[in-house]
């Protein structure tokens, strides 16, 4: 018996731990300069994160504005959510984890009926969130055999390696990764607003230098003329 209750505990952990470690998180391509996509990820956000989630930073950007993301809307004064999980201020987000992380998170919920929400996701085990994409991407469930048959040797896993979709949803997988890039992309610029501006002064600067240098060697060699004549 207790070998029984050995072997159980076993197979739990390794399966647990085959979801939690070994997925590699896919690539985001997340691109500054590309506004038509962020623009798009704004408006994304503006329709389906803000019921929950706060851009505290974001209150007087003009592109979370024209996408209709204010700070009336934002759920700051919600104080009482399920299962008093108050769903963080998204920011930094892009920060504190990554755009793969974030794009992959987004990717990879699946049907579980053991939680609260209905669902489980394969980065963020057992998140308070409920598949909020559910309705774009399809619903997914998980393909238990390759689990432990891949998982527990070591090899690296997709997410798309471990769910299956079972039924599409209202964009095809190439329309649902464009979907949560823009919506990656948008949460890399609330991130940090100015990365193309700090960029463009970057080469200003470079230049700023170089002519610098350039008027620099033009003086040294005017001051040694008359030494080496
Ligand atoms: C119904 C409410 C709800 C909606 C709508 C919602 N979320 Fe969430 N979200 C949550 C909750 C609650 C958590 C916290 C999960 C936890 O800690 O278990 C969360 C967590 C997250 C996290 C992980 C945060 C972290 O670092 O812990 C990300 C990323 C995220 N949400 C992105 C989004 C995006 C993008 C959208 C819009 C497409 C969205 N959420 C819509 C409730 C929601």
Not at 156 to 178: A, C, H, N, R
Request: charged share 15%.
């Amino acid at each position: 018996m207790k070998h029984f209750w050995f072997c159980l505990l076993m197979f739990f952990s390794i399966s647990a731990f085959a979801l939690t470690e070994e997925i590699t998180l896919s690539h985001a391509n997340v691109n500054i300069h590309d506004t038509a996509s962020i623009k798009r990820g704004a408006k994304y956000f503006a329709t389906i994160c803000i019921a929950c989630h706060t851009l505290i930073y974001m209150r007087y950007d003009p592109i979370a504005i024209e996408a209709g993301i204010t700070y009336e809307k934002m759920p700051i004064n919600i104080t009482k959510w399920p299962n008093n999980v108050k769903p963080p201020d998204l920011s930094l987000e892009t920060e504190v984890h990554s755009p793969d992380w974030v794009y992959t998170y987004l990717h990879s919920f699946y049907v579980d009926k053991s939680t609260a929400t209905g669902f489980n996701n394969l980065i963020f085990p057992d998140t308070a969130m409920p598949d909020m994409l559910a309705s774009f991407q399809g619903t997914q469930t998980l393909a238990g055999d390759i689990i432990q048959s891949e998982g527990s040797y070591g090899h690296t896993l997709e997410w798309y390696d471990v769910v299956e979709l079972q039924q599409q949803g209202s964009k095809t997988p190439d329309e649902f990764d464009q979907m949560t890039l823009d919506i990656v992309n948008f949460l890399n610029y609330a991130a940090e607003p100015f990365a193309v501006k700090q960029e463009q002064l970057g080469w200003w600067v470079l230049g700023y230098l170089l002519i610098l240098l350039v008027l620099v060697v033009l003086m040294k060699r005017a001051y040694w003329k008359g030494e080496r004549a």
